[in-house]
């Protein structure tokens, strides 16, 4: 990827200390305010072309748009709900974040949640301040033999599976894109969610708040539980719809929840965080000194990595449909044959990183960088499409470190992914895909 020029960074919240010095060894020039105001923030932008965040700062539209120079915005942590991604995009502005950095402590609190749950020890602390010994209140129960459902197996999935296992714990699970092979070698057998429900003692989901898992765990799926079932969020607020957790609660089909993430945070309505069967945390899921400093140091690393030319990580901006309309002369156009095949490519450069916008005239979802190795293939979807490339990827040595989509034409579409490495024989893939290729960028 080609360089991009960042030489004044604005950093609006508390990150460690190594963020700032390793910007400033860099040749980047770094300013820090904390706690401005919105007012404050607007006024100050237009000064930098980056900026550096964690979840307090809200980086609006109008932020965005009084940010004449600004050419990226880091995320110190997981997940971007605090940004504006559509308006960055709009304006050619890249947003990325650190997705691994708190996995360790967001795992670490689940499985501190989860064993909470089944000994009642925030419930016997708050007595025993009470002046009170209720030794037979707070039975319990054992961890060895149960069963805790995970629903998404990605990095914190992962950790919380092999932990739990120590305890003697069975872990199943659910996720659409890691294969089953690939989470049974870490002892987690994949299912249906309609298989999973009945099944587990104990709840966690670790997903992205989207669409499809927004009010995941509800009356209805709550119902298919078994009666008592503890659950368990530090991922998304809102992929438990609240009121019917409440309701579960209080007619005893939930026998607990440990909860770190809200739809409304804080949250206004309390009835659910003062239920007595509920442990409740104002989202801490990230915040030990080792998260902070690891997510500190990642967003500094990945600024200056695509500074230099080297690689563009953790970037997230999405959707450039809308402006695609009024392509500028910045777009380009080129046509390519390859083995007797045509193809024609249109994209584009945000930022300074070079882009692909369209293949063949499918518009891809969200802009793909031009960086790294690539696997490029053209396919009909399906739900079974991404788990047997994943896994085919896998069972050669490759992983899987991006995915990118384009709308579907015809009822077939052309999806990127960005790949640790080649795949050494592209034959593995034949019976799965119509076209593929791959390149280094």
């Keep these: ?95 990325m974040n650190t997705p691994g950095g708190n996995t360790i402590s967001a795992a670490e609190l ?9 000994r009642n020890v925030a419930q016997a602390d708050m007595s025993m301040k009470a002046g009170k010994w209720d030794r037979k209140k707070f039975m319990g129960s054992e961890l060895f033999g149960k069963v805790l459902g995970i629903v998404g197996l990605g990095r914190i999935g992962k950790e919380v599976a092999t932990r739990m296992q120590s305890f003697g714990m069975r872990t199943i699970g659910y996720d659409p894109i890691t294969p089953p092979d690939v989470s049974a070698a870490w002892g987690v057998e994949q299912m249906s969610l309609e298989q999973l429900w009945p099944q587990c003692d104990y709840i966690t989901v670790h997903t992205p708040l989207m669409p499809s898992t927004t009010g995941l765990l509800n009356d209805e799926t709550l119902a298919k539980c078994k009666k008592g079932v503890k659950v368990v969020n530090c991922a998304r607020g809102g992929i438990i719809d609240e009121e019917a957790l409440l309701r579960a609660l209080e007619s005893g089909q939930c026998g607990g ?4 993430v ?114 490029f293939f053209k396919a009909e979807s399906s739900p079974q499409l991404l788990p047997s490339v994943t896994g085919a990827l896998a069972a050669g040595g490759v992983e899987m470190e991006s995915f990118s989509a384009s709308a579907a034409s015809g009822g077939e579409q052309w999806f990127c992914v960005g790949m640790s490495s080649l795949l050494g024989d592209l034959a593995s893939l034949r019976s799965l895909v119509k076209e593929a290729a791959q390149l280094t960028v």
């Design 1 to 95: 990827m080609s360089p991009v020029s960042i030489q004044r960074v604005l950093i609006s919240e508390s990150v460690d200390p190594r963020c700032r010095s390793i910007l400033q060894e860099n040749g980047i020039e770094v300013t820090e305010r904390q706690n401005m105001s919105k007012d404050e923030l607007l006024a100050e932008i237009k000064n930098y072309d980056g900026l550096i965040v964690r979840s307090a700062t809200k980086v609006t539209a109008e932020v965005v748009r009084a940010a004449g120079a600004l050419k990226i915005i880091g995320r110190a942590g997981t997940g971007v709900d605090n940004v504006d991604v559509d308006a960055a995009t709009k304006n050619g502005v890249i947003v």
């Design 110 to 118: 689940t499985c501190a949640l989860v064993l909470s749950l089944s």
């Design 257 to 260: 929840a440990g909860l770190d």
């Design 262 to 375: 809200y739809v409304e945070e804080p949250p206004m309505q309390r009835a659910l965080v003062n239920h007595p069967n509920v442990i409740s945390c104002p989202h801490l899921g990230a915040s030990t000194k080792e998260a902070q400093a690891r997510c500190g140091q990642e967003i500094a690393l990945q600024i200056v990595d695509m500074v230099k030319g080297k690689a563009l990580v953790g970037a997230v901006s999405r959707n450039h449909e809308e402006a695609m309309e009024g392509l500028d002369s910045a777009a380009c156009v080129v046509e390519v044959s390859l083995c007797g095949c045509g193809y024609k490519a249109l994209g584009s450069v945000q930022a300074g990183v070079p882009v692909l916008l369209q293949l063949d005239g499918c518009v891809f979802r969200q802009p793909v960088s031009l960086a790294g190795h690539l696997l």
